[in-house]
């Protein structure tokens, strides 16, 4: 499908930086090697090669969510895709369901979540900060071409007062004091649902997790970090390259049980 007005797009140069442009029939893409009008973008097929002004070649390509997370705006800390991706495997989030998010940051967990729920699922994000909740919503606006898709509800307040309404199947929480929201899981979430918390610091984990294992109706509790390292392959040079992308932030993941016996 070619590229139109309203689309985001990626332009890579020849030195591999990336460029995200939100493409618009009167704006132009500038930088240090010159310039590129959007309109020359506009009607292009993705995986086009084009010229600057000043004859070099960029490689135009429709940006996958990982692009996109990467190079977006922001207001709040992003969930990286390196996080995002286990996110939806271990708490194992698939078509149909019903996900509660808090906070919504800047939205990007947010995409991850709609799309892995599909048209059919919902997702609920709750945001505390008006702020943040605004700059959410340009995010997913950008990405959806002006709109918020049908399957994300976004609103402000607390979250564990939506948890009772919606009984929510998966819950995911990027809070800074998630353990306030495992009583409301307790009552609210249905047995065999899974509780994910993000959280930057070990305190943070060791009190959430303390807290869960006090209500007696969570089992199967884990607490993962995961790393991304890069490879360079340049011949018969391979290896991997000098940095890597190391700690982000705590991933805890629990299941919701019946009540332990005897509690």
Known sequence: ??????????????????????????????????????????GS??????????????????PRLADYILKMRRGAQVVYPKDLG???????????????EAGTGSGALTLGLARAVGPNGRVVSVER??????????????????????????RTGDVSEVVFELEPERIVLDLPEPWHTV????????????????????????????RARDTGSFAEI???EFLLREWNVSGRSVR?????VGHTGFLVFMRKTQRTPGR
């Open 222 to 224: 884990e607490i993962m």
């Open 240 to 244: 991997p390259e000098h940095s890597m």
């Open 45 to 62: 097929e993705d995986g086009t090669w084009v010229e600057s002004s000043g004859g070099n070649s960029l490689l135009l390509l429709r």
């Open 1 to 42: 499908m070619p590229f139109a007005a309203g689309d985001a797009a990626l332009l890579i140069d020849d030195q591999g930086r990336h460029f995200l442009l939100h493409l618009e029939e009167d704006r132009t893409f500038q930088y240090h090697k010159g310039t590129v009008a959007h309109s020359e973008l506009i």
């Open 183 to 210: 009583g409301a899981a307790v009552a609210g979430q249905p047995p065999g649902g899974v509780l994910c918390a993000y959280l930057p610091t070990v305190p943070q984990v060791q009190t959430t997790v303390e």
């Open 129 to 154: 900060r008006d702020d943040h909740a605004a700059q959410a919503r340009k995010t997913i606006e950008r990405w959806h071409r002006g709109e918020v898709p049908a399957n994300i509800e976004l």
């Open 86 to 100: 286990p996110i939806l495997v271990y708490a194992d989030i698939g078509p149909g369901m019903t996900v509660l």
